[in-house]
């Protein structure tokens, strides 16, 4: 009796993962869909703080391209920036564990930056603190519009309570009108704004990045089957 015990429970234990150790893509994809309006072209205008003649003359304009991006569990967006002041790419991620986003940003000079953050509504605030110049440096991310969004950057040095402005980004997605609404196909993969047709066994669906299209054509039964479980958990939510 004693040996039969024992037997079943090395089965249970050798089964059974802990809830912490199993990999939260869910939670990840959950966190980013927020950002899906981001998911697209850009093109954006650069101000920095200063007198009338001072944001005249370091006034710049960049692009942005955001995707999705998939790799076995893990999830992430990634953005690209072409003529930019500051940077060349970006990375977002959700931390579950620790329930915060990371943002990581590679400048110019081919230095990453990584910062943390939280959400408030539609507003991303990511701070990091910059040792070797005794400051602590904040990225704001506000999403205004499906089609409009701003970010800034401020620093604060140690020496100083309240953080000051550099500088200011709008940006402005490319080709959709201002004000359109979303009378328009649903991504399959990520749920936002589907703008790329997709098939599947004579059926056409709908995707919003080339990231979602590849994780798409690389198993597409898997993302069809998330696809409708999410819809029915919404219409279940949604009925309640």
Same mark, same amino acid.
């Given at each position: 009796?004693?040996?039969?015990?024992?037997?079943?429970?090395?089965?249970?234990?050798?089964?059974?993962?802990?809830?912490?150790?199993?990999?939260?893509?869910?939670?990840?994809?959950?966190?980013?869909?927020?950002?899906?309006?981001?998911?697209?072209?850009?093109?954006?205008?650069?101000?920095?703080?200063?007198?009338?003649?001072?944001?005249?003359?370091?006034?710049?304009?960049?692009?942005?391209?955001?995707?999705?991006?998939?790799?076995?569990?893990?999830?992430?967006? +990634?953005?690209?920036?072409?003529?930019?002041?500051?940077?060349? %790419?970006?990375?977002?991620?959700?931390?579950?564990?620790?329930?915060?986003?990371?943002?990581?940003?590679?400048?110019?000079? +081919?230095?990453?930056?990584?910062?943390?953050?939280?959400?408030?509504?539609?507003?991303?605030?990511?701070?990091?603190?910059?040792?070797?110049?005794?400051?602590?440096?904040?990225?704001?991310?506000?999403?205004?519009?499906?089609?409009?969004?701003?970010?800034?950057?401020?620093? %604060?040095?140690?020496?100083?309570?309240?953080?000051?402005?550099?500088?200011?980004?709008?940006?402005? +997605?490319?080709?959709?009108?201002?004000?359109?609404?979303?009378?328009?196909?649903?991504?399959?993969?990520?749920?936002?704004?589907?703008?790329?047709?997709?098939?599947?066994?004579?059926?056409?669906?709908?995707?919003?990045?080339?990231?979602?299209?590849?994780?798409?054509?690389?198993?597409?039964? +898997?993302?069809?089957?998330?696809?409708?479980?999410? %819809?029915? %958990?919404?219409?279940?939510?949604?009925?309640?």
């Amino acid at each position: 009796m004693f040996r039969l015990i024992v037997s079943c429970l090395t089965v249970l234990t050798v089964g059974f993962v802990p809830a912490a150790e199993k990999p939260n893509k869910e939670a990840s994809r959950e966190a980013l869909r927020v950002f899906n309006d981001l998911i697209g072209s850009w093109r954006a205008t650069g101000t920095p703080e200063g007198t009338r003649e001072e944001k005249q003359r370091g006034f710049w304009t960049e692009s942005m391209d955001w995707q999705w991006q998939f790799k076995g569990d893990d999830a992430w967006l +990634k953005v690209a920036f072409a003529k930019s002041k500051y940077f060349t %790419k970006a990375e977002l991620r959700y931390l579950p564990e620790k329930k915060q986003y990371q943002l990581t940003l590679t400048t110019n000079a +081919k230095e990453a930056l990584t910062f943390t953050g939280q959400r408030e509504n539609r507003v991303v605030t990511f701070e990091r603190d910059d040792t070797k110049k005794h400051e602590t440096q904040r990225l704001v991310i506000t999403l205004l519009h499906s089609n409009r969004f701003l970010y800034r950057y401020e620093i %604060k040095p140690q020496s100083q309570a309240a953080f000051t402005r550099l500088y200011q980004v709008g940006a402005t +997605k490319e080709g959709v009108p201002f004000g359109q609404g979303d009378g328009r196909p649903e991504c399959v993969v990520s749920g936002g704004l589907g703008r790329i047709q997709v098939k599947y066994k004579g059926e056409t669906y709908y995707v919003c990045c080339t990231g979602c299209r590849d994780a798409f054509n690389d198993d597409p039964e +898997k993302c069809l089957k998330e696809y409708r479980e999410r %819809k029915k %958990k919404e219409a279940e939510e949604n009925g309640r």
